[in-house]
């Protein structure tokens, strides 16, 4: 079996070759909208935004930055663009239930029209009620019922004091109203008077006194009787006078809304109460001007103001019109991306205003919500800012499945309000949603809520990666031409497109792929476009974009250069040279934000007579993470495949090892370094030096086949940066899976260093093969008779297993003769 060789510097990153792209910059290009690589995500916004029913909401699912919102954006407006203006919704007073405004709804610019024209109605009605009630005429015929009324009930009262007076009795006015009493010569007799008369006379007079009071009374009804139908004919007077006077304006605002039964309506309601509460109209405008003011005008609008909590309302306000969603001026469907989804936010709230130390509030302080205006078009939500707000996720499921929007806060929503609370008329809903999130979000609200499949049927699943083709490095070309022309950039050259995608299929892990992460890749055209700025460049050149880079990793570089300053140092012990038994040099990855970085970690393991068992030290002290664990326990099956069978051992392993990552004082997670946990427990069964100056990652099945793993670039650049510090030999290099080779896209110091055989980069298959180069030795295979080489890899650790297998016979043999004894 050959050593496997190392990979040349070719293989180690896929350049983009400048030839393959065909213009100088990028300003020779023509701008797109399109989203490249995401054809199947744009696909399923197109077919939510057309279909028809309900339910067909979108959610778009993917990591941040890959152009979801971007995408969304393009497909709903160009959808919206062909959807014809929704209508205007307005809040108007409901005379017969006042704590429930009604919703009219009217064609699109029509609701500002409305409001305007009864704005000015109000101010006309103001002025025509007090011209009719100030007319000669209505004065007139006014005056002419109370002076018959007046003349009616002085001749009652003149006709009763006759007949009083012919019986020596007189009709008195008294603070208290009238009274009967007796007279003498034509003078009210007192008490004491009354009672000097001859008993006779006082008997007579108390009889006369009886008859005239009981007339009184009888008058006194006939009166109340006179001046209630008085007051009917006066509201009568009144009402007829309004009617005429509101009549014509009122006629004017419904031909001008003609076909517009719920204004026709609401028209008809304000007329009628408007006639209705004339007298507290006339009253207010009264209050308003001092010269008006009359007695009659004063006591009404002192019953007015005290029925309305002692102030002076408008008595106009509830024939005003809250417009809530005014379409006026909108050439399509809304688009509306809602970016604070509370429930408030979302379908709208009832503001309260102070007065007299108390809050109220009436129809007109009905304000909307993202959902109204929306309504009939498309809405945008971020799925996690929506579901952090309490109780924001509810009401938009509540929403869509009802299909209307019902203004209510969270405490009506809970039934946890006792005060009055005006109750909107709720308003129908036609709209589509669509969420924003990542692809756990979304899987969550598949399992744990039932109702989120039913309102949300279409799943655009965005790539976070696409296929590295020419075509699609002429899309991505054109896209940052795009780019940097509508963010203000200067254009780029071939050569910085060609870095840009080399970085981009660095940031998939892969030659053939390239990540869909636009929102990163614009944020590093702006940071090269600063440095050409400050070279005076004309466009943007591939050392710009190489310097933004670097300086990237710069300013995400402090963690890693004092982890490299503590190699150097031997803080932490990494060897890189020489051999060492049962200690090799693996290597992990850790990411810290956007930022990740590779370091060595030295494993170790030793091995003495057991039971067969690999005991993950990391495991015992609750460091180890299930992967990992899964990892180790792999590597028993492993010796016990390759060792436990036919051949010299012929016994089960009698064994117990340990592995640990030495100075490793964190969770450890992965099962990436089971390859390099297998190497070190066979260095330390054997008893074979391996190399120091070597790392290696991959994780390893009970087969002994290497597999592949994540973060190569990361873990390469690792070791090779700790070597850098102390000096490369030219023999330093890391071990790699096979399978990984076409993910490698190392940074050019580490390339140059391979292509000056400074360093190396080997990729393995097997176990076999990295411990052929790890040790220099053979790996060795059984012969005929289910031997290894003696002097092979897999020979010297069957010697250890065997000579492991004998100890433990004689000590067993020992056991058993030293209880024959005891016996």
């Known amino acids: 079996m050959g050593h496997a060789r190392p990979l040349p510097a070719g293989a180690l990153v896929r350049t983009c070759p400048r030839g393959s792209l065909r213009f100088r910059t990028t300003a020779d290009l023509p701008e797109t909208d399109r989203i490249v690589g995401q ?154 008077a009354f009672h000097a008369l001859p008993s006779e006379e006082q008997e007579r007079l108390r009889t006369a006194m009886e008859g005239i009071g009981a007339r009184l009374e009888t008058l006194l009804r006939e009166l109340a009787t006179t001046q209630r139908t008085l007051r009917h004919a006066v509201r009568e007077l009144d009402a007829e006078v309004t009617r005429a006077a509101v009549r014509h304006l009122v006629d004017d605002l419904r031909a001008r809304f003609s076909g517009q039964e719920g204004v026709i309506a609401f028209l008809d309601a304000v007329e009628a109460d408007v006639t209705e509460h004339a007298p507290e109209i006339l009253a207010v405008a009264a209050g308003q001007d001092g010269e008006r003011s009359d007695r009659g005008a004063s006591q009404a609008l002192a019953a007015f103001a005290a029925a309305n909590g002692g102030a002076l309302p408008d008595p106009f306000r509830r024939y005003r019109v809250n417009v809530l969603v005014d379409r006026d001026g909108a050439t399509c469907a809304p688009f509306v991306v809602e970016d604070h989804p509370s429930v408030a936010n979302l379908v709208g709230r009832v503001e309260h205003a102070a007065h007299l130390g108390t809050l109220v509030t009436d129809f007109t302080l009905i304000r909307a919500g993202s959902l109204h205006r929306a309504n009939g078009g498309y809405l945008v939500i ?17 929403a869509l499945r009802t299909r ?273 946990e297998l190497c070190t427990l066979l260095s330390a069964i054997g008893r074979l030096p391996v190399r120091q100056d070597v790392a290696l990652t991959g994780s390893v099945d009970q087969r002994g086949q290497v597999q592949a793993i994540g973060g190569v670039n990361e873990k390469i650049e690792g070791f090779f940066d700790a070597c850098s510090e102390r000096g490369l030999t030219g023999t330093q290099g890391v071990l790699i899976p096979a399978a990984n080779v076409q993910h490698l896209m190392l940074d050019e110091r580490v390339v140059r260093a391979c292509r000056e055989r400074r360093f190396r980069v080997w990729p393995v298959a097997t176990v076999d093969e990295a411990m052929e180069i790890l040790t220099g030795r053979s790996a060795g295979e059984r012969d005929a008779d289910g031997f290894f080489p003696s002097r092979s890899v897999n020979g010297h650790v069957e010697n250890g297993l065997q000579a492991l297998a004998e100890a433990a016979r004689i000590v067993s043999a020992q056991t058993l003769i030293e209880n024959a004894v005891i016996k």
């Open 39 to 192: 054809e199947r995500a744009v696909e399923a916004i197109d077919l939510a935004a057309r279909i028809a029913g309900p339910g067909f909401n979108v959610f778009a699912l993917g990591p941040p930055g890959i152009g979801k919102m971007t995408a969304l954006r393009h497909a709903l407006e160009r959808q919206a663009a062909a959807t014809p203006v929704p209508d205007d919704w307005c809040y108007v007073h409901d005379f017969a239930d006042p704590q429930r405004p009604r919703a009219l709804r009217l064609p699109a610019g029509m609701g500002p029209s409305l409001r305007d024209a009864m704005a000015q109605l109000c101010v006309e009605l103001q002025g025509a009620i007090v011209a009719a009630f100030e007319s000669d005429a209505y004065r007139a015929r006014r005056t002419e019922l109370e002076e018959e009324a007046e003349h009616h009930r002085e001749a009652a009262i003149h006709a009763l004091e006759a007949e009083a007076t012919a019986v020596g009795l007189a009709i008195v006015r008294t603070p208290i109203g009238l009274a009967v009493a007796p007279t003498r010569e034509g003078k009210v007799l007192d008490p004491d």
């Open 382 to 398: 971020d799925a996690e800012k929506l579901l952090t707000q309490p109780y924001a996720w509810e009401a938009l499921k509540r």
């Open 404 to 676: 209307e929007v019902r203004v209510e806060s969270v405490g009506q929503t809970l039934g946890l309000m006792t005060t009055v609370a005006l109750e909107p008329q709720p308003i129908p809903l036609e709209l589509k949603v669509a969420l924003t999130g990542d692809r756990r979000l979304y899987y969550l609200l598949c399992a744990y809520d039932p109702e989120f499949l039913q309102l949300f049927k279409v799943q655009a699943d965005f790539e976070d990666e696409i296929p590295r083709t020419p075509e699609t490095i002429d899309a991505y070309a054109t896209l940052m031409g795009t780019l940097a022309r509508r963010s203000g950039l200067r254009p780029l050259t071939a050569e910085a497109v060609a870095r840009a995608v080399e970085h981009l299929s660095r940031v998939a892990e892969d030659q053939a792929r390239l990540s869909t992460q636009v929102g990163r890749l614009l944020d590093l055209l702006r940071e090269a476009d600063l440095l050409a700025g400050g070279a005076g460049k004309a466009a943007i050149g591939a050392p710009e974009v190489a310097a933004a880079l670097a300086a990237r990793r710069r300013r995400a570089g402090r963690i890693s250069e004092a982890i490299r300053e503590q190699l150097a140092r031997g803080v932490v012990r990494i060897e890189t040279t020489g051999e060492v038994v049962g200690q090799v040099n693996a290597l992990s990855v850790i990411q810290l934000g956007d930022a990740a970085f590779g370091h060595p970690s030295r494993v170790t393991a030793s091995v003495r007579m057991g039971r067969g068992e690999v005991v993950d030290i990391e495991r015992e002290v609750e460091l180890g993470g299930p992967i990992h664990s899964k990892g180790v326990l792999i590597l028993s099956g492993f010796l016990g495949d390759r060792f436990g069978g036919p051949g010299r051992l012929g016994a089960p392993l009698a064994l117990t090892a340990s592995l640990v990552f030495e100075q490793s004082y964190g969770g450890i997670e992965g099962d990436s370094a089971s390859l390099a």
